[in-house]
């Protein structure tokens, strides 16, 4: 899944190898898939992006935003994006093909569900894509300590903090892939719940999400994700499908993983308490 880390590295890369790069051709949902989200009608990408130049890219939580003339593209979720020199072998199976001018190709594909859009700057009314945009990134200082107490209310006291931490987008970029780090670091349990923090809890969270999501973003994603050339990320996880059952790094307790709330957590029993 594409996350703060990942989305961050993945715009850098394109800046680099993508950018200046002339649209040739379109191909927009080549394969079918239930779960590939697209802004309106896909078959109208290619007039709408062929001949435009791509001018940069940025990241939004954890969004892919590229500028392609007046045209934007955006990336979500569970979408592989990759770039392949001229002549290398493309996927078979893809979502969104760009060709530019010197033969090199952007690809998009969904894995279990995703997003690929393009749509005329401006027009994108989708709920977390304005959200992703408009909220304040967990590494922005717009995300500072003040701003997140005021997270802490009545209304999310009952939620356990994967379920405050990870969903409706409260922490645009912060899924639940890295949020097993962030609360392995702070010492807490995904089912703790969030009511239940002291204010010194709520600062050590705090520290935990930026210092967490610095590291994952400097060392270029987490290792059980792959970049724009398809390398794994050089941070290594700590709680993932990588270590389930391995010995904690800090007291040796094998690491476990549980379903909840509709995707696995991992913890160790021992260091983070409920
Ligand atoms: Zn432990």
């Not at 701003?147 to 994967?162: P, Q």
């Not at 700590?238 to 995707?263: D, Q």
């Amino acid at each position: 899944m594409i996350e703060l880390p990942e989305a961050a590295v993945l715009a850098e890369q394109i800046n680099e190898t993508v950018v200046g790069n002339r649209i040739k051709n379109v191909i927009a949902a080549h394969t079918p898939h239930k779960l590939a989200w697209y802004f309106g009608d896909p078959q109208e990408y290619k007039g709408l992006l062929t001949g435009k130049v791509i001018s940069r890219a940025t990241s939004y939580g954890g969004q892919v935003e590229i500028t392609a003339g007046k045209a934007k593209l955006v990336f979500s979720d569970g979408v592989n994006l990759r770039y392949y020199n001229k002549g290398a072998q493309l996927p078979a199976k893809h979502q969104l093909l760009l060709e530019f001018d010197d033969g090199s190709s952007l690809v998009g594909w969904v894995q279990m569900y995703g997003g690929l859009s393009a749509f005329p700057d401006g027009k994108n009314d989708n709920k977390y894509y304005l959200i992703a945009k408009e909220g304040p990134s967990p590494l922005s200082i717009d995300f500072d300590e003040d701003y997140f107490k005021s997270l802490f209310d009545g209304g999310t006291a009952k939620l356990s903090l994967k379920a405050f931490l990870a969903t409706e987008q409260r922490t645009p970029g912060l899924g639940n892939g890295v949020l097993q780090d962030i609360l392995f670091n702070a010492k807490m349990h995904p089912k703790k719940r969030a009511g239940t923090l002291s204010a010194t809890d709520q600062q050590v969270l705090f520290g935990s999400i930026k210092n967490t999501l610095s590291e994952m973003t400097a060392k270029g994603g987490r290792d059980t994700e792959s970049d724009l050339l398809g390398k794994p990320g050089a941070y290594k996880t700590k709680l993932s499908k990588n270590t389930v059952g391995k010995p904690c790094p800090i007291c040796g307790t094998l690491i476990r993983k549980e379903a909840y709330l509709g995707g696995s957590i991992y913890y160790c029993a021992t260091c983070q308490k409920t």
